[in-house]
């Protein structure tokens, strides 16, 4: 029973260049959730997303910055024109549907902005 | 808004000393809380979590107590281990966050040495 799958698990782009990220729920899960690690500090929510539908964007930036999480395939999540200060540990996690159920984390792409 | 409050880390104690990480919330109403794990390289593996008040959450011989009185959820475990080296995050999440929406603590280091 595979894990919440993220890839690629390093990116480095240049800046101005876009960067995709994938994540691949677990099994069964159809709620995906994004966060965002920078250095020495906590995660920070992002975007939640179930099939087909953004339900909560409130914590990614209003440019530059989108997901998605199709009907079929990976959830994605876009960054355009990327600057250095994206630079971060960006994480996926994946749930059931049901009210608090425990999020599972995939082990993130480290993004790198040159 | 809701917030999580860590004690700062690192964290250094030697093989079978006893841990205690702090970890204090600001929430209306009464979210749920979690303690995560973070091994080097990895994405954050759920520890042990608790859903109401007076709850104790267990694992891997960690335990935190929901305490509604003093908003706290520390983290202790009676002898820890040098595996058990990592950072550790309390989160919170409840109807006021977006349900099942975490918030994050910075996270405390733990090192511990032979």
């Known amino acids: 029973n595979a894990g919440v799958m993220q890839n690629p698990r390093h990116l480095v782009r240049r800046r101005g260049q876009e960067a995709r990220l994938r994540c691949s729920p677990m099994?069964?899960?159809?709620?995906v959730y994004w966060y965002r690690q920078l250095p020495e500090e906590g995660l920070k929510f992002m975007v939640y997303l179930q099939k087909e539908n953004i339900i909560d964007e409130s914590g990614m930036p209003k440019e530059r910055f989108s997901a998605e999480f199709p009907k079929e395939g990976p959830s994605i999540l876009r960054i355009q024109q990327v600057v250095r200060g994206d630079s971060a540990a960006y994480f996926c996690?994946?749930?059931?549907?049901?009210?608090?159920?425990?999020?599972?984390f995939g082990d993130g792409t480290r993004l790198s902005i040159l | 808004g809701n917030s999580v409050t860590q004690m700062e880390g690192p964290v250094t104690l030697s093989e079978e000393a006893f841990l205690t990480i702090n970890c204090t919330y600001t929430?209306?109403?009464?979210?749920?809380l979690f303690w995560y794990v973070q091994y080097p390289g990895e994405g954050l593996q759920l520890l042990l979590k608790?859903?109401?008040?007076?709850d104790k959450g267990s694992n891997k011989g960690f335990e935190a107590t929901y305490r509604k009185e003093t908003t706290s959820f520390h983290l202790e475990k009676g002898s820890v281990q040098v595996s058990d080296s990592a950072v550790y995050f309390c989160?919170?999440?409840?109807?006021?966050?977006?349900?099942?929406?975490?918030?994050f603590g910075t996270g405390t280091r733990l090192l511990v040495s032979p």
């Open positions: 929430a209306t109403g009464y979210p749920s």
């Open positions: 996690a994946s749930a059931v549907a049901g009210d608090n159920q425990p999020q599972h």
């Open positions: 608790a859903t109401k008040a007076d």
């Open positions: 989160a919170l999440s409840g109807m006021n966050t977006g349900f099942q929406k975490l918030v």
């Open positions: 099994k069964g899960h159809s709620h």
